[in-house]
């Protein structure tokens, strides 16, 4: 995600994940490579509310066992490739399946040395409503390595974690320029060994916006709080996710976009992760989209560096 997901730190890198960084896997994009692509760039979680297109009118109708017709469909909305959720829900009665083709995460932290893996990870969608849709998200396999200082090696593989979530659309889904949702999830320790980092239930709540600008920009923020466990594992505490996607559209169906993303989890003994990233997005017709970025990490908790090349379908 951000099957989505999860941004790793100097703790991950010693065997396992980072109860903070869990959620999501983001690095980020430094100086004048933000710039430029600041200036050519757009985040589709944003641009998505620029065009309601056919989608608007009463649609409350439909749902499940009653789907939205073809000709009434939103434009495609996906909550991948950035961090930022897009609050455009999935239309009632069809599907979505959102997935990197593969992940790779480097860090270097703390004289040891992290590369990870991770294929297929997965974001599959169903509406249930007009303004509903239940997500699961799933990372089918991860493979992570670690290389300490005196050239030890220790190698992790297998199932990562499950969450399942819930899209609200509070407003926006069908037309305006801007849209809110609300997004409660809940994530499962499906992870295999160590590469979970725990036993327990967690959970959080997603709040994403997006804004028109003019001249075709958008803007996508969103806040999240997250109750996960402690690096140790002996108990929960409170993260805040905060983040902040700017682009517009390219050439055709080309878009781009670059992102903030911040994680304050004092809480969680973590520190504060911040990276900043871009990628971009290219449309295949009305359900279909290819996507790609890279992320570098701001801070010394936050992973080295993120690559990824993703795709969405739409049924």
Request: glycine residues 12%.
């Amino acid at each position: 995600m951000r099957a989505r997901d999860g941004v790793r730190s100097a703790r991950r890198i010693e065997g396992r994940r980072d109860a903070v960084t869990r959620r999501f896997s983001s690095a980020s994009a430094r100086g004048l490579a933000c710039l430029v692509a600041l200036i050519a760039a757009a985040p589709q979680v944003a641009t998505a509310a620029t065009a309601p297109g056919s989608g608007s009118g009463d649609k409350s109708q439909y749902h499940l066992f009653n789907p939205t017709p073809r000709d009434r469909m939103r434009e495609l909305s996906t909550d991948r490739p950035d961090v930022t959720e897009s609050p455009h829900t999935v239309d009632a009665g069809h599907f979505q399946v959102e997935l990197s083709l593969v992940e790779y995460i480097h860090d270097n932290s703390g004289g040891a040395e992290l590369d990870e893996f991770v294929i297929l990870p997965s974001n599959l969608k169903v509406g249930l409503l007009n303004n509903l849709d239940l997500q699961f998200v799933l990372e089918p396999y991860v493979y992570q390595r670690v290389r300490d200082e005196a050239g030890g090696r220790s190698v992790n593989n297998g199932l990562g974690n499950m969450q399942v979530r819930a899209k609200l659309n509070v407003w926006g889904n069908d037309g305006g320029e801007t849209a809110l949702a609300v997004m409660p999830y809940v994530q499962l320790p499906t992870a295999s060994g160590d590469l979970g980092g725990t036993d327990h239930l967690e959970g959080g709540v997603i709040v994403p916006l997006a804004i028109d600008l003019p001249n075709e920009f958008g803007l996508g923020l969103m806040a999240e709080v997250d109750v996960l466990r402690d690096a140790d594992d002996e108990s929960y505490g409170l993260s805040f996710l905060h983040t902040a996607a700017l682009g517009r559209p390219i050439v055709g169906g080309l878009n781009g976009y670059v992102e903030y993303v911040g994680i304050a989890s004092r809480e969680l003994d973590a520190g504060y992760i911040a990276l900043v990233g871009g990628g971009l997005t290219y449309a295949m017709g009305d359900n279909a989209q290819l996507d790609g970025g890279v992320y570098f990490g701001l801070s010394d908790k936050a992973d080295d560096f993120r690559a990824f090349l993703g795709l969405s379908l739409r049924l």
